[in-house]
C-alpha cells in the first residue's frame, strides 16, 4: 500500500488516517453497485448517531459549520483556529462530548467571539426553529457549549450516581434509573427468547407515564431511516444471492415497523448468510453508548471479504469446539454444543455512525444471547484498518520510551502485529462466541457493569488461548514466543499507557478501557511475582517475569468473569470492577503523560472514507464505481452534513 494512506491530519488528541480498499477494482460492476448502494444506507445514519449522542448535537454543529463555511477565507486569528478545532472535534465525536473518554469538551475560544461571528452570519443558514430569534438560540446552545457544568458526560458510570440524570446521552426524557430498570424489568418474561426490550427507542414521560418512542420509519429518526430503507432497497437489485435479499428484506421490514421480534429475525438471517464476498452491518446494533447498557446507537459498516487472510480465521472458527471445551471456566458454563461460529477477515470499505471516524478493529455480533446460543455468531477482524494502525505507528518511538528492554522490543516488533490480529480474532469469533448464561439469568443481570465483564471475558479467552500450543499445532503462530509479545503490551496498556487517554484527576469511564485496566491490576495483585511496575532509570516500566504463571492468572480470571456473566452475579460484577478497573494512580498518570507528550503522538486515530464515485456513459448507464482517495476531513465532513442531512 502506498504511504499517503497512513499520513493523516493532526488536531487535539486525534490522528486521521485513511484507510484503502485493496481488492475494489477485482470485484464486478454488479459487486461494485452493491458496495455503493450499501454505503449510501451506511452514511445515512450519520445525524441519528449525533442527536443520540446529545440533543443539542445537530444544532450546535449546523451552527458551527455556517459560521466556519462563511468566515473560513475571511478571518484569521487564534481564536477562529480554536474554533475551527471544536468543530473538528464535534465531526468526530458526533458531537460535544469526547468520543471515548464521554466527557464534554470545552472551546478555546469565548462566548463573545463566537457571537460576534453568528451575528455576522446570514440568518438563513443558521439553525433556527420556526419563529425563533438569533438571541433565542445563543440562549439555548451557548451554556451547552460553554458551561462546564452544564451536560458534562455522555455516559456517567460513577457508582451510585443516578446514571440516567447524570449521562447525557438522549436516550431518556424526564426519567429516573430506577424507573427505566422497573419499566423494562415488567417487560421481561422466562422466555430465553424475548426480545432485547428497549433497544431501539428513547423511554420518556408525560402526562400519561412511561413511553417508548420507537426509532423507525413512521416514528422516532423517521426522515433518516426513509433514506437508508431507500438506499437497502436499491442493494437488493444488486445483491450476490438469494440469502442476502432475505436479510436486506428483513433490516427493511425492522426498519419500517420497529418490531424486535423482526430484527431477531433478521439477526437470525444475518448470523446464518456466508454466501458471497460483500457483507454489512446496519443498524442500531451497540449498547455501550448507554449507561444502563440497554439502547443502541446507530451504526454502519459495508464489508469485503479477504479471502486469503480469512484462511486463518476459518481455522479458528471451525475449531470452535475444541476451544469450548477446553476453556478453563466451569463446565457449568460452557457450551455444549458451539453452533454457527464463524470468522472472515475482512476490508472496511464504508464505515458511519458509531463506527466512524472512530472505529472497531473486530466486531462480533449479533448481541443477543439466545441467538447466540442457538445460532451462533459472526465475527469479523477488518485488516485494511488493523494494517493502517500498525503501519501509523511505526517509528513513532513509543517502544523504545515504554519497553522496558530490547528483547522485549524485538519480540513485539517481530510478533506484534501478527499478534495483535490473532488476539482480535480469539476475542470476536472464541471469546465473545463462548460461555453461556444459567436458566433464568437475564442478559441485563449485570446492569451498569455488563459491558465490562463482557469485554474482559472475550479478551481474558483470547489472552489465555493465544499461549495455547493448539495454535502452533493449528499453524497459526510459528514460534512457542510469539505470544509474549501479547501478553507483554496488552499489560503494559491495561497497567500504564493507556492512561494518556484519561485526563488529569478524572477516572476510567469507557467499558473497553475498564475492562483491560481490570484485568491488568486483578493479574497485578494475585500474580505479583509474575508481573510487576519497576522503576529503571528513573521512569516506571512493566516487566514479566514469568510468562507461563501469567496464563494461569489469566485462565483463573477468566472462570471468575464467566461464573460473574453466567450467574448474573450483580455484587461480584461491581466489586471485581470498582476495586480494579475504575481509580487511577494519579502519580504514574502524571508520569505517563509526560512520557507521552515527549512524542507528540496523538492517543487518538479515526478514519477518513473514500468517496465512491459512479461512472457512466453517454447513455446514462453506469459502467463503473471508482475510489477517491483526496478529499480532505473537512471536505469529507462539509459534504456529509450536506449531502446526508436526514433530521
Given at each position: 500500500m502506498d504511504n499517503f494512506a497512513y499520513a493523516g491530519e493532526r488536531f487535539a488528541d486525534i490522528q486521521i488516517l485513511r484507510y484503502q480498499i485493496r481488492d475494489f477494482d477485482t470485484l464486478s460492476l454488479r459487486q461494485k453497485c452493491y458496495v455503493y448502494c450499501l454505503s449510501k444506507a451506511t452514511l445515512y445514519g450519520r445525524d441519528i448517531t449525533f442527536d443520540q449522542f446529545g440533543k443539542h448535537n445537530l444544532r450546535i454543529r449546523r451552527l458551527l459549520e455556517a459560521v466556519y463555511v462563511n468566515f473560513k477565507d475571511r478571518v484569521h486569528s487564534d481564536e477562529f483556529d480554536a474554533l475551527e478545532v471544536y468543530l473538528k472535534r464535534v465531526w468526530f465525536s458526533s458531537g460535544i462530548h469526547h468520543h471515548y473518554g464521554c466527557e464534554k469538551f470545552l472551546p478555546s475560544f469565548s462566548e463573545t467571539f463566537l457571537r460576534g461571528l453568528i451575528y455576522e452570519t446570514d440568518v438563513n443558514v443558521?439553525?433556527?426553529?420556526?419563529?425563533?430569534?438569533?438571541?433565542?438560540?445563543?440562549?439555548?446552545?451557548?451554556?451547552v457549549i460553554f458551561n462546564p457544568e452544564i451536560f458534562p458526560k455522555r455516559v456517567n458510570k460513577n457508582n451510585g450516581d443516578d446514571?440516567?440524570?447524570?449521562?447525557?446521552?438522549?436516550?431518556?426524557?424526564?426519567?429516573?434509573?430506577?424507573?427505566?430498570?422497573?419499566f423494562y424489568a415488567a417487560k421481561r418474561t422466562d422466555d430465553k427468547r424475548q426480545p432485547s426490550w428497549g433497544l431501539n427507542s428513547t423511554l420518556v414521560k408525560d402526562e400519561g407515564g412511561l413511553k417508548e418512542l420507537v426509532w423507525k420509519r413512521e416514528g422516532r429518526y423517521g426522515r433518516a431511516i426513509e433514506q437508508i430503507v431507500y438506499w437497502l432497497k436499491r442493494a437488493e437489485?444488486?445483491?450476490?444471492?438469494?440469502s442476502q435479499r432475505k436479510v436486506i428484506s428483513l433490516l427493511v421490514d425492522y426498519y419500517e415497523s420497529g418490531s424486535l421480534d423482526i430484527f431477531d429475525r433478521y439477526s437470525v438471517e444475518w448470523v446464518k448468510l456466508h454466501e458471497g464476498q460483500i457483507d454489512f452491518i446496519n443498524g442500531f446494533i451497540e449498547v455501550y453508548g448507554d449507561p444502563l447498557g440497554i439502547k443502541a446507537s446507530w451504526?454502519?459498516?459495508?464489508?469485503?471479504?479477504?479471502?486469503?487472510?480469512t484462511k486463518r480465521t476459518a481455522i479458528i472458527s471451525d475449531n470452535a469446539q475444541w476451544f469450548e471445551d477446553h476453556s478453563p471456566v466451569d463446565s457449568r458454563f460452557r457450551k455444549k454444543v458451539v453452533k454457527g461460529v464463524?470468522?472472515?477477515?475482512?476490508q472496511a470499505a464504508m464505515l458511519g455512525g458509531d463506527e466512524y471516524p472512530s472505529t472497531a478493529i473486530g466486531i462480533n455480533l449479533p448481541n443477543a444471547d439466545w441467538i447466540r446460543a442457538d445460532y451462533g455468531s459472526k465475527s469479523v477482524t477488518i485488516s485494511n484498518l488493523t494494517e493502517a494502525y500498525d503501519l501509523a505507528a511505526k517509528g513513532n518511538g513509543f517502544r523504545e520510551e515504554f519497553v522496558i528492554d530490547n528483547y522485549t522490543k524485538e519480540l513485539i516488533d517481530r510478533w506484534g502485529h501478527l499478534c495483535d490480529d490473532l488476539h482480535t480474532d480469539l476475542h470476536e469469533c472464541l471469546g465473545h462466541g463462548s460461555g453461556q448464561l444459567l436458566d433464568g439469568v437475564s442478559p441485563d443481570a449485570l446492569q451498569a457493569y455488563g459491558s465490562t465483564i463482557e469485554e474482559a471475558r472475550a479478551d481474558l479467552y483470547g489472552l489465555y488461548y493465544i499461549a495455547d500450543p493448539k495454535l502452533l499445532e493449528l499453524g497459526l503462530l510459528t514460534s512457542p514466543e510469539a505470544y509474549k509479545a501479547n501478553y507483554y503490551t496488552y499489560l503494559m496498556n491495561g497497567l500504564m499507557t493507556q492512561l494518556v487517554r484519561i485526563q488529569p484527576g478524572h477516572q476510567i469511564e469507557e467499558a473497553h478501557m475498564r475492562n483491560r485496566a481490570m484485568i491488568a491490576h486483578w493479574i497485578l495483585e494475585h500474580y505479583g511475582q509474575a508481573v510487576e511496575l519497576i522503576r529503571q532509570d528513573g521512569k516506571t516500566f512493566a516487566r514479566i517475569n514469568d510468562y507461563e504463571q501469567l496464563r494461569m492468572g489469566f485462565a483463573e480470571l477468566l472462570a471468575e468473569v464467566q461464573r460473574i456473566k453466567s450467574e448474573g452475579d450483580l455484587s461480584a460484577a461491581r466489586q471485581i470492577v470498582e476495586r480494579y478497573a475504575v481509580a487511577v494512580d494519579e502519580n504514574l498518570h502524571e508520569e505517563v503523560l509526560t512520557r507521552y507528550s515527549k512524542l507528540k503522538i496523538a492517543p487518538y486515530k479515526g478514519f477518513?472514507?473514500?468517496?465512491?464515485l459512479l461512472v457512466k456513459d453517454d447513455s446514462g448507464n453506469v459502467v463503473d464505481v471508482k475510489l477517491d482517495y483526496t478529499e480532505s476531513y473537512t471536505e469529507q465532513m462539509l459534504r456529509y452534513s450536506h449531502e446526508y442531512a436526514a433530521l
Open positions: 443558521l439553525p433556527l426553529h420556526d419563529g425563533e430569534s438569533v438571541e433565542d438560540m445563543i440562549d439555548e446552545l451557548f451554556p446514571l440516567v440524570l447524570t449521562s447525557s446521552c438522549n436516550y431518556y426524557e424526564g426519567v429516573t434509573q430506577q424507573e427505566v430498570e422497573e437489485e444488486y445483491v450476490e444471492n438469494d451504526e454502519g459498516i459495508v464489508e469485503i471479504k479477504d479471502l486469503v487472510a464463524t470468522a472472515n477477515v475482512v477518513l472514507n473514500p468517496r465512491m
